[in-house]
């Protein structure tokens, strides 16, 4: 018998809402509802953190294409951001 990949993508959690907290100079917390799977389980899930100064990463592939990778991790819902810089404008893709 053949296992045929999971052809199904999870569903975003929350509608896809990132939310943001501690917010500082150089930093801040990023937070989301974890998504769901037909076949891998929710603690499964892997996510990837991408940030851009331009509004360039609203899909996958462009966040793979044009925004910089933070922080890849399983069974998450949030993430402490550093390394920013002062007074710019960050886009966030989870």
Same mark, same amino acid.
């Given at each position: 018998s053949v296992?045929?990949?999971d052809q199904t993508n999870?569903?975003?959690g929350?509608?896809?809402t990132l939310s943001t907290s501690s917010v500082g100079s150089t930093s801040l917390t990023l937070s989301w509802t974890k998504a769901t799977d037909n076949l891998t389980a929710q603690a499964s899930l892997q996510y990837k953190i991408y940030y851009s100064? +331009? &509004?360039?990463? /609203?899909?996958? +592939? &462009?966040?793979? /294409?044009?925004g910089t990778l933070f922080q890849s991790a399983t069974d998450i819902n949030s993430s402490n951001?550093?390394?920013?810089?002062?007074?710019t404008t960050y886009y966030f893709n989870v």
């Open positions: 296992t045929m990949p999870p569903t975003v929350g509608g896809g100064t +331009a &509004n360039n990463i /609203s899909t996958y +592939a &462009n966040a793979q /294409s044009n951001v550093t390394g920013l810089t002062d007074s």
